[in-house]
T-cell receptor, first 113, second 116 residues
Framework: QQQVKQSPQSLIVQKGGISIINCAYE??????FPWYQQFPGKGPALLIA?????SEKKEGRFTISFNKSAKQFSLHIMDSQPGDSATYFC????????????FGAGTILRVKS | GAVVSQHPSWVICKSGTSVKIECRSL??????MFWYRQFPKQSLMLMAT?????????EQGVEKDKFLINHASLTLSTLTVTSAHPEDSSFYIC????????????FGPGTRLTVL
């Protein structure tokens, strides 16, 4: 119940295309869903996050779509650029005052120029 | 945004020696710090959670006598890998949380440990 399942494992997108990464969870107590971007040899950096009271959040080229009934959320990267090539992790936190982030397995994104 | 630093960024040590990794929150006070371990092309695995001034809470399967965590101040936590062995080689990442909610958690740049 604590798991967050992420797909796909890897993704290749043409420059200018849309990258879509999906995550699913089981525990309905999760109420904070962030996405992190990690470059090789670096720590993860928060990209965008959403709470379950909204179905979509957009920040620049990055959008989170959240489906509470399906217990799924996804990251859309519009107009993907080679600089977006990185590993992306979804995560979920338990409760409003979550103590731990539960991470998905990660998606390696490569944007071809 | 909030900055978390780690030192060293990489370390190579001989098998059987101990290695200390520091994690500092540079511009905020962190009541809680987390230590993660990440193997190549894998996700982050939480090792332990530490609160300033109290003992760390270790995740199941993490040897507390091998991975010593100290959170002596609101801006500094240390992870000491004792009697390191090649299988301890990994990328260790800390994060610091400024408040009680998950969206105030910030990650450090990581430390690459290689045990020969």
């Amino acid at each position: 119940q604590q798991q967050v399942k992420q797909s796909p494992q890897s993704l290749i997108v043409q420059k200018g295309g849309i990258s879509i990464i999906n995550c699913a969870y089981e525990n309905t107590a999760f109420d904070y869903f962030p996405w992190y971007q990690q470059f090789p040899g670096k720590g993860p950096a928060l990209l965008i996050a959403i709470r379950p009271d909204v179905s979509e959040k957009k920040e620049g080229r990055f959008t989170i779509s959240f489906n509470k009934s399906a217990k799924q959320f996804s990251l859309h990267i519009m107009d993907s650029q080679p600089g977006d090539s990185a590993t992306y992790f979804c995560a979920a936190a338990l409760g409003r005052y979550g103590n731990k982030l539960v991470f998905g397995a990660g998606t390696i994104l490569r944007v071809k120029s | 945004g909030a900055v978390v630093s780690q030192h060293p960024s990489w370390v190579i040590c001989k098998s059987g020696t101990s290695v200390k990794i520091e994690c500092r929150s540079l511009d905020f006070q962190a009541t809680t710090m987390f230590w993660y371990r990440q193997f190549p092309k894998q996700s982050l695995m939480l090792m332990a959670t530490s609160n300033e001034g109290s003992k760390a809470t270790y995740e199941q399967g993490v040897e507390k006598d091998k991975f010593l965590i100290n959170h002596a101040s609101l801006t500094l936590s240390t992870l000491t890998v004792t009697s390191a062995h090649p299988e301890d080689s990994s990328f260790y990442i800390c994060s610091a949380r400024a408040g009680e909610v998950a969206d105030t958690q910030y990650f450090g740049p990581g430390t690459r440990l290689t045990v020969l």
